[in-house]
């Protein structure tokens, strides 16, 4: 994940503008960075003086121009946030050593949800109840989750996170978080962390806004 090098022109914090002028620059930025395979380890982000902090309302439609062009770019942009995204969280998981794998992703769904069943687990990961079968059994060996029955059924059992199980989930994200820390400290300016951070808070308020909107 590089972003800025000495020479580089910096991205001005976070000021009150137009949404649209706030995803165009966004847009810029990453064609530029996507152009930079070639060349120098430097890239040059194109200064971004018109962002507000909450962007999530469409600006109003005075011209048909105008808000075909919020529309493209509000496309465009999702395509290169997945993309990006994407990108980053590999990265993030090769970087600090710790491969996504069917037993993290248990952990942390039950850490989201609480007890659950084998057959609710394998829905909600899209998995066949024999894989999950397999994996429950895994963990329950490393005593990272441990089963009980379910109250409202006796016939059937849950299982939740064990201390083990919840300590395993936070060195993870420890591990994660330190080599993100570094990439940050090492090669991005103070105006970039605004500017990130700035993106970061829009981020959560999508999140937030979405159908069962949660975060980690």
Not at 64 to 90: K, P, T, Y
Not at 113 to 128: M, Q, T
Not at 143 to 160: I, N, Y
Request: proline residues 5%; aromatic residues 2%.
């Amino acid at each position: 994940m590089q972003m800025a090098a000495s020479g580089s022109t910096l991205i001005s914090p976070p000021r009150a503008d137009t949404a649209s002028s706030q995803m165009a620059c966004s847009l810029r930025n990453d064609r530029l960075l996507s152009a930079r395979s070639g060349h120098s380890n430097s890239c040059m982000l194109v200064p971004c003086n018109h962002i507000r902090e909450s962007p999530l309302s469409p600006p109003s439609e005075s011209s048909s121009h105008h808000s075909a062009s919020f529309e493209e770019i509000a496309e465009q942009l999702a395509e290169d946030l997945r993309r990006v995204v994407g990108n980053l969280v590999r990265e993030v998981r090769s970087g600090a050593d710790t491969p996504s794998s069917a037993q993290t992703e248990t952990l942390g769904l039950l850490e989201r949800h609480g007890p659950l069943s084998i057959s609710a687990i394998a829905a909600h990961r899209h998995v066949k109840h024999q894989s999950m079968r397999l994996v429950i059994a895994q963990l329950e060996q490393q005593q990272r989750v441990t089963r009980g029955p379910d109250p409202s059924d006796a016939r059937k059992q849950l299982f939740e996170l064990t201390h083990q199980g919840r300590a395993a989930l936070e060195h993870s994200r420890h591990q994660r978080s330190d080599w993100l820390a570094r990439q940050l400290k090492e090669k991005t300016t103070a105006s970039q962390l605004q500017t990130l951070e700035a993106a970061v808070r829009i981020l959560e308020q999508l999140i937030a806004a979405a159908p069962n909107g949660q975060s980690t």
